[in-house]
């Protein structure tokens, strides 16, 4: 990502004014220990499977994006993502230099393999960071429900 300096000074301004939504710091519920977790990934980086739908806004509309995410399956590797992030300011090349920059995948992996954790979800989910967190109630539902019956008790949140 664009560091903000070096923004044009309308960008800065947008983006340093822009509210920032307060939420609890405390879990909802308690989980088993790190060792006997089961842990999914969720970025927000506008990832997807080459032929899933890109992360778009259609011309001519307001730039807002409800929650729409997308589906990647576990066994995936780093060839078979693209990002559509729509931002002109997104920074795409540590991506392309290593896929756990955005997608820790490989180390969520190794962790699983120390023991460090339980074990690594069969699905995650990808979100495109410009949606209002405050929008995504109705998907945060859904993905819950999705964690539930692939038995994920913990999400390492990947914001981009």
């Not at 983006?15 to 089961?38: D, H, I, S, Y």
């Not at 969720?42 to 997807?48: R, S």
């Not at 780093?78 to 392309?96: C, E, K, P, Y």
Request: aromatic share 8%; charged share 20%.
């Amino acid at each position: 990502m664009v560091r903000l300096e070096k923004l044009d000074p309308s960008s800065q301004t947008l983006l340093g004014n822009m509210p920032c939504p307060e939420f609890e710091t405390r879990p909802w519920v308690a989980g088993p220990p790190l060792q006997k977790r089961r842990v999914a990934i969720i970025p927000t980086a506008g990832l997807h499977r080459a032929g899933d739908r890109p992360f778009t806004i259609p011309a001519g509309t307001v730039a807002k994006l409800q929650g729409d995410y997308r589906v990647i399956p576990g066994n995936r590797t780093a060839a078979d993502l693209v990002m559509s992030h729509i931002s002109t300011n997104f920074d795409r090349t540590g991506f392309q230099q290593d896929w756990n920059v955005a997608f820790p995948l490989d180390r969520l992996c190794e962790l699983a393999t120390a023991g460090v954790i339980g074990s690594v979800a069969d699905f995650h989910y990808s979100f495109m960071g410009a949606t209002p967190p405050q929008e995504m109630e109705s998907s945060a539902r859904r993905l819950a429900a999705l964690f539930k019956q692939d038995k994920v008790d913990a999400v390492l949140l990947v914001p981009i």
